[in-house]
């Protein structure tokens, strides 16, 4: 399998963040019922900014505040993700970035979640430039366990919550995955490979439902 280089430009932390702290974190896991159903709590230290790149524009988007609606079209492309400059404390340790949707086929019957929407570990931070207010930039030049897979909900299916955890990577992470990346867990990954808790997290909406996109002014 050929390594990916996943590389987030560097973006004012007043824009990424001002939405996105770990207690706004929390608290929309909370509220959007992703506590209990991917975690059993959720306690971050840390906002996890996740950016796309839109097709054929350039421009970005980034998940701000948790929660945020997408289309598929502009989730084409694997997201990039950063944290804050000031992690210094974190400037030598190892992460794990998973994306994972708990809604499939449909929420009312998630037979299919987990949908295991990519997996990688070996991101490390980004050397950040001098200037406060920059937020430091998660590389992995290693092969992701799990590529990224585009979100693609059935168009009869109420939004689903697409989900990102970063983790810190213990010293005996895998460097392959042979379960299927339906019906995944998370959770139970987590506790296997001694991950511990969620550093940080973040979700995005997304719907192809023809209905659910003209009640979000997507249409």
Same mark, same amino acid.
């Given at each position: 399998?050929?390594?990916?280089?996943?590389?987030?430009?560097?973006?004012?932390?007043?824009?990424?963040?001002?939405?996105?702290?770990?207690?706004?974190?929390?608290?929309?896991?909370?509220?959007?019922?992703?506590?209990?159903?991917?975690?059993?709590?959720?306690?971050?230290?840390?906002?996890?900014?996740?950016?796309?790149?839109? %097709? #054929?524009? /350039?421009?970005?988007?980034?998940?701000?505040? +948790?929660?945020?609606?997408?289309? =598929?079209?502009? @989730?084409?492309?694997?997201?990039?993700?950063?944290?804050?400059?000031?992690?210094?404390?974190?400037?030598?340790?190892?992460?794990?970035?998973?994306?994972?949707?708990?809604?499939?086929?449909?929420?009312?019957?998630?037979?299919?979640?987990?949908?295991?929407?990519?997996?990688?570990?070996?991101?490390?931070?980004?050397?950040?430039?001098?200037? %406060? #207010?920059? /937020?430091?930039?998660?590389v992995n030049i290693t +092969?992701?366990?799990?590529?990224? =897979?585009?979100? @693609?909900?059935?168009?009869?299916?109420?939004?689903?919550?697409?989900?990102?955890?970063?983790?810190?990577?213990?010293?005996?992470?895998?460097?392959?995955?042979?379960?299927?990346?339906?019906?995944?867990?998370?959770?139970?990954?987590?506790?296997?490979?001694?991950?511990?808790?969620?550093?940080?997290?973040n979700f995005m909406t997304?719907?192809?439902?023809?209905?659910?996109l003209a009640a979000a002014?997507?249409?």
């Amino acid at each position: 399998m050929r390594g990916i280089l996943f590389i987030l430009p560097l973006l004012p932390t007043a824009f990424v963040y001002a939405e996105n702290t770990p207690g706004s974190a929390r608290q929309a896991f909370i509220q959007a019922g992703l506590v209990p159903d991917v975690l059993s709590s959720f306690n971050p230290v840390l906002p996890l900014d996740v950016t796309y790149t839109i %097709p #054929g524009t /350039g421009q970005q988007k980034a998940v701000a505040p +948790p929660g945020k609606n997408f289309t =598929r079209p502009q @989730t084409l492309n694997a997201p990039t993700w950063s944290i804050p400059s000031d992690s210094r404390h974190l400037a030598h340790e190892t992460f794990v970035v998973a994306m994972v949707d708990p809604d499939a086929p449909t929420p009312q019957s998630p037979t299919n979640a987990q949908i295991r929407h990519f997996l990688g570990g070996n991101f490390r931070l980004q050397s950040s430039p001098s200037e %406060p #207010g920059v /937020g430091a930039a998660l590389v992995n030049i290693t +092969p992701a366990l799990s590529e990224y =897979r585009q979100p @693609t909900p059935p168009n009869t299916s109420d939004p689903h919550r697409y989900t990102w955890l970063l983790y810190r990577q213990p010293l005996d992470f895998p460097t392959t995955i042979s379960s299927n990346v339906t019906n995944f867990n998370i959770s139970a990954f987590a506790q296997e490979f001694g991950l511990g808790q969620p550093l940080a997290g973040n979700f995005m909406t997304l719907s192809t439902n023809p209905a659910a996109l003209a009640a979000a002014g997507e249409s």
